[in-house]
C-alpha cells in the first residue's frame, strides 16, 4: 500500500484489476476507456443515472449509499472480480470507446463545417 496526496488516474488505471468509486462521470469514463470493471457507490447529482447505465452496461455494480459498508463492498468487489462478465462487458465499452474519434478529430470537423 502506498499513500499519495494525489495520482493521475491515466498514470494509476493501467494498474487497476478493478476501480471502487461513487460513479462520478471523470472516474467512471477513465475506468471504462481502461477497459475495467467497477463497483460504483453513488453519492449525489447525476452518480446515481451514472451507476445505473455501467450497471446496464455489464461493466460495474451498483452498491447504493445506504447499503454501503465494508462487507457489501467487498462483497461487490469480491463478485465483480470472480464474475469475468463484467471484465468482458468493461473491455467492450473500452473498444467502442477507443474506436470513436477524439476529440482533435471531432474539433477539425467543426472547425471546418458541414460537407
Do not use: K, W
Not at 469514463?29 to 450497471?55: E, K, M, T, W, Y
Not at 467487498?74 to 463478485?79: H, I, K, P, T
Request: glycine letters at 6%.
Amino acid at each position: 500500500v502506498r499513500m499519495a496526496r494525489f495520482v493521475p488516474q491515466a498514470e494509476l488505471l493501467p494498474h487497476c484489476d478493478l476501480v471502487v468509486h461513487h460513479a462520478g462521470a471523470g472516474t467512471a469514463f477513465g475506468a471504462l476507456a481502461h477497459g475495467l470493471p467497477s463497483v460504483a457507490v453513488p453519492q449525489s447529482a447525476d452518480n446515481f443515472q451514472i451507476g445505473r447505465r455501467l450497471a446496464r452496461a455489464g461493466a460495474a455494480r451498483v452498491v447504493m449509499p445506504d447499503e454501503a459498508s465494508v462487507t457489501s463492498v467487498r462483497e461487490a468487489v469480491a463478485e465483480v472480480l470472480d464474475d469475468l462478465r463484467y471484465a468482458a462487458s468493461a473491455r467492450q465499452v473500452a473498444a467502442e470507446i477507443a474506436a470513436m474519434p477524439t476529440a482533435d478529430e471531432v474539433a477539425t470537423v467543426l472547425a471546418d463545417g458541414p460537407r
